[in-house]
């Protein structure tokens, strides 16, 4: 027995409201607002399913899922191996980083490896995406090419040819006509997710979705959509530069440390050998206002270069510009530096670039950004053998990152020799530690350093 209610639905963000209303009280959209029936159940206590009965966990089978490995080494890095059969993934990023590329560079080593594999294109024609598969040359008979929009139509043409793995692009496109709301709504966009983890589960079927982000970076839809998939990867990058990263932002079958690193080419995307050394094959050494960093990205250790330019000026608000680091761990580090170091900053305009088009938002940096800033003010430059790692905090000390020897073991492989870092750093073979307690020491640090390589000179 079931009784029935009304419910009123926003089509923008899905909040739900007893009654209709005019605004939606979340996102402050207007007329967005849908009439949606809700069936609360009242059921009487069902049997247990014997195959469904609970048993001890400590008698569940552990034996991990088989993986299909996608053909491209950086994807299954991130996905620790490859696609679990049965599985939901779901790629997001920025227009133009090249999901659809990826997405089909791994269905046509897929299907090289002897998979049956289905593409359904919602925002591209046929002739569109076999333009690009004859470029990338993943062009197979194996893979499979269906131009649809509708949900009912996705899963019968699964039913009727049964792959191995299927990819949609994008679920943005995908309709249901029974459900209500236009494609990409709310509403669309959460029963579409719902229906294919369904069928991916009932299936066995390995399941890559493309979703859009909104401009500030989020999976645009529902959240219920990143709920209900097993992984949520996100693929970033510059749109100026030709580096592409991977990374895991949920993943149900193994870690979420792991970043894939490729390069866009004219033949698609290549994994990156040494990224580290990517970053710092342009650098200009001897110029003031440049320190290189070693940085975590996931469990990944990079070497960056940090480039600073302070420039006085004569307006009363001076600029405060940060690329590709968090502009306010920017404004923080310059108030500790004027505070703390006495560094005279206040009134000039301040540029701070990460170059190379990576982003670096953990705070392992904090202290190549001082060192990059003061070098600037100064125009005097560090020393070009030297990296500097560690947090600065309020009180202008100088705090310990996490896997230290591991980021230092990258430098020295790149041919560093001296590491500014924080006093508690461990000794690493092959690197003079310069260890500091706060900024100030820092400073003089980098200085002497500095003065003993002219000296040598």
Same mark, same amino acid.
């Given at each position: 027995?079931? &009784? ?33 029936? #809700? ?8 049997? @247990? ?19 299909? $490995? ?33 997405? +089909? !560079? ?20 046929? =002739? ?41 692009? $994008?679920? !943005? ?25 369904? +069928? ?17 970076? #989020? ?14 990867? $996100?693929? %970033? ?27 866009? &080419? =004219? ?23 440049? @320190? ?19 420039? %006085? ?56 950004? @001082? ?10 430059? @560090? ?16 705090? !310990? ?27 690493? %073979? ?17 200085? !002497? ?9």
């Amino acid at each position: 027995m079931a &009784r029935t209610r009304v419910r009123y639905r926003c089509i923008a963000c899905g909040y739900e409201t007893s009654q209709w209303v005019g605004r939606c009280g979340d996102c402050g959209e207007w007329g967005t607002f849908g009439e949606e029936p #809700a069936t609360t159940a009242v059921l009487a206590a069902p049997g @247990v399913d014997a195959a469904n009965r609970p048993v001890p966990i400590n008698e569940v089978d552990p034996g991990g899922a088989p993986r299909r $490995s996608t053909g491209m080494p950086e994807v299954d890095r991130v996905l620790g191996g490859g696609l679990v059969a049965g599985s939901v993934t779901l790629l997001g990023g920025e227009p133009g980083m090249g999901k659809s590329t990826l997405l +089909l !560079q791994a269905l046509g080593a897929m299907a090289a490896a002897g998979a049956r594999c289905l593409l359904v294109s919602g925002e591209e024609s046929p =002739a569109q995406v076999r333009s690009r598969a004859d470029r990338l040359g993943t062009s197979h008979p194996s893979v499979l090419l269906a131009h649809e929009t509708s949900l009912p139509a996705v899963c019968a043409h699964v039913a009727d040819l049964a792959p191995d793995v299927l990819a949609v692009d $994008s679920i !943005q496109t995908i309709v249901d006509p029974d459900a209500p709301g236009a494609a990409g709504s709310v509403a669309q966009v959460r029963d579409a997710a719902q229906r294919l983890v369904q +069928l991916a589960k009932s299936t066995g079927i390995a399941t890559l979705v493309v979703g859009h982000v909104t401009k500030d970076g #989020a999976l645009a839809g529902p959240r219920v959509l990143e709920h209900v998939v097993d992984t949520v990867l $996100s693929f %970033e990058g510059d749109r100026h530069h030709a580096l592409r990263m991977l990374r895991a932002l949920k993943h149900r079958f193994g870690s979420t440390d792991d970043l894939g690193l490729m390069e866009m &080419r =004219a033949d698609g995307l290549q994994p990156v050998a040494d990224a580290s050394a990517l970053f710092l094959a342009d650098r200009r050494t001897g110029s003031s206002g440049s @320190v290189v960093a070693p940085v975590l990205e996931g469990a990944r250790p990079l070497c960056v270069e940090v480039q600073a330019l302070v420039v %006085e000026t004569p307006a009363p608000m001076p600029r405060r510009v940060a690329q590709a680091i968090d502009g306010n761990r920017l404004a923080m580090l310059l108030a500790v530096l004027q505070r703390r170091a006495h560094v005279p900053i206040g009134t000039s305009d301040v540029y701070v670039s990460v170059a190379g088009g990576v982003r670096v938002v953990e705070p392992g940096a904090d202290l190549a950004v @001082v060192l990059a800033l003061t070098s600037a003010r100064r125009d005097s430059p @560090v020393a070009a053998d030297t990296v500097a790692l560690g947090e600065v905090g309020l009180g202008g000390e100088i705090r !310990q990152v996490p896997n230290t020897p591991r980021r230092l073991a990258e430098a020295r492989r790149l041919g560093f020799r001296r590491a500014i870092v924080p006093p508690s750093t461990p000794d690493v %073979e092959g690197m003079d530690l310069l260890r500091v307690d706060d900024v100030r020491t820092a400073l003089v640090a980098a200085r !002497q350093d500095d003065d003993a390589d002219a000296a040598n000179g």
